[in-house]
């Protein structure tokens, strides 16, 4: 208004008001972009003050003077439980009792039983997310507290029933595992998790951005994509835990004979609850109240009358109709 006053007063001309509106207007796009700078600054500080939180924050198994790194070529994968007691930190009840399994290298050991029997403590025990309480857990002879833990566990792969995924591609994600890995690479391993044939039908394939926890692909998509990780990190010990809970039989079948190959020398151990998945384990182990209640194969326990032949009879076995 002022300038316009100007104008027809003779204080301005013409031009000047439009030059100063045109500058007015090229200022107001940087103060924008600097206030959102401003927000942005605040809320990364935020960010950053709760990572360098994190940083200082001590491992729970920090590495210990002495212990030995250890060398995946000297590894051959026996894995030995030893007399092992195990509660949780706060807890007073034992989630395991005096359990000893003895897995050689290059077998495949299920773990079947309810829920609260002890499968997943076994498992993080394995992954060394805790040591036990008493007893030792052995890796080809040595306690695994003689073993430096980081080292160790790049041996380990370990899939689990709830996958996280990143909010990025499907390559980088599944790259997770080896980062210096090329796209042929990534495509073997999902080949092996069955895989590949769904991500290419994918807008972008190994570049489509899945979004936060894969919440653009199906649960069995995204339980595939964790496998194809495990498998590229090239594990020498795999624990799947309930890993192939949302894939369907056909998928399940594809999964089993890729990773039937893909195996070898390598040591695996499984948790399942639906039964048929398991048939062809080497060995199976019916856990109950923290013990091994039940060990062979899945003939050998089907020819008894335990728990193991139970629980297969009621999975396989028809539901009896309602009378009316």
Not at 136 to 152: A, I, K, N, Q, W
Not at 237 to 253: P, Q
Request: with cysteine; net charge negative; glycine share 10%.
């Amino acid at each position: 208004l002022y300038g316009g006053w100007g104008v027809l007063n003779g204080i301005v001309t013409l031009g000047d008001l439009v030059m100063l509106s045109a500058f007015l207007l090229m200022l107001l796009s940087p103060l924008e972009a600097l206030a959102q700078s401003v927000s942005q600054l605040q809320k990364s500080l935020a960010g950053l003050e709760r990572i360098l939180d994190l940083l200082d924050e001590p491992p729970e198994l920090g590495a210990e003077k002495g212990t030995v790194r250890v060398r995946r070529q000297e590894c051959e994968g026996r894995v030995t439980f030893d007399g092992v007691y195990f509660r949780y930190p706060g807890s007073e009840k034992f989630a395991l009792h005096d359990f000893s399994l003895d897995v050689a290298a290059g077998e495949t050991v299920a773990f079947v039983g309810p829920s609260g029997a002890g499968k997943t403590t076994v498992c993080n025990l394995l992954a060394r997310f805790y040591d036990p309480t008493d007893g030792r857990l052995l890796l080809d002879g040595r306690d695994l507290r003689e073993l430096d833990v980081t080292s160790y566990r790049r041996l380990v792969g370990i899939v689990e029933q709830d996958v996280f995924l990143f909010d990025g591609s499907v390559a980088a994600n599944i790259a997770y595992g080896n980062r210096s890995t090329s796209l042929s690479e990534i495509r073997a391993a999902a080949t092996i998790a069955n895989a590949d044939a769904f991500v290419l039908d994918l807008p972008q394939g190994y570049d489509t951005i899945i979004g936060e926890r894969g919440v653009r692909l199906s649960g069995g998509q995204r339980q595939r994509l964790a496998m194809a990780r495990a498998i590229l990190a090239d594990p020498w010990i795999l624990i799947l835990d309930e890993a192939t809970s949302n894939l369907d039989t056909e998928s399940e079948r594809s999964l089993q004979c890729g990773l039937a190959t893909w195996m070898g020398n390598r040591t695996c151990f499984v948790i399942a609850h639906r039964l048929s998945t398991i048939e062809n384990a080497d060995r199976i182990a019916v856990l109950n109240a923290g013990r091994i209640v039940e060990l062979g194969t899945h003939e050998a326990l089907m020819a008894t009358e335990g728990e193991y032949r139970e629980m297969v009879l009621l999975q396989t076995s028809a539901p009896i109709s309602g009378t009316a």
